[in-house]
């Protein structure tokens, strides 16, 4: 038996970005959004209420995007709770940014996954955007990569925000081979 919930919104974990940007005098800026994601491919839509990131990105027409891992969980935190109208986030959290050489937006080093972004869209204003950027770049420590040199998620133990919890939980083994298991039910 299943029980109605109502309109409760997302209960599904949703991936933990840290989206870096600079300010209009050249002050790195980082945010915490779970509502975003790969819309197509080679682009990442983001949605932003009032942040000082959204004007950032506005202006600058440029960001970067870094999943949270298990690493940064702390600093990932931060990210969301701080407010960089009030605090430079980027000096309390003790991290290093550096320059992109892709676009006009700071690269977190010490965050293993990075995604170097242009603007290509932007739905809305700086009180509430929905932020498409193309990915120009990406960047990855060698430690997370397999034999093939592929991203191995299981090396980078990237987070997700469960809401209905408040809780961060790491994304965990493979279960199934994609494009696959599937062809069990396909009667061939």
């Not at 298990?70 to 430079?88: Q, R």
């Not at 204003?125 to 990855?140: F, M, S």
């Amino acid at each position: 038996m299943k029980k109605s919930l109502g309109a409760v919104g997302e209960l599904f974990p949703q991936s933990v970005f840290i989206i870096a940007s600079y300010g209009e005098d050249g002050t790195p800026n980082a945010m915490n959004a779970a509502w975003a994601g790969e819309c197509d491919y080679g682009h990442i839509a983001i949605n932003l209420g009032s942040h000082l990131s959204t004007a950032n990105i506005i202006r600058r027409g440029a960001f970067t995007v870094a999943p949270a891992n298990t690493d940064n969980i702390i600093s990932a935190d931060y990210f969301g709770i701080a407010k960089g109208e009030k605090v430079n986030k980027a000096r309390q959290s003790g991290l290093t940014f550096t320059k992109s050489e892709h676009v006009d937006a700071p690269v977190i080093e010490e965050y293993p996954l990075t995604m170097e972004c242009e603007v290509v869209s932007v739905e809305g204003d700086e009180k509430d955007a929905r932020i498409v950027g193309r990915v120009v770049n990406v960047l990855v420590d060698e430690a997370i990569l397999d034999e093939e040199g592929r991203v191995d998620f299981s090396r980078m133990r990237p987070v997700v925000y469960d809401s209905a919890r408040r809780v961060y939980r790491v994304v965990g083994a493979p279960v199934a081979d994609a494009w696959s298991v599937g062809k069990a039910l396909m009667g061939e």
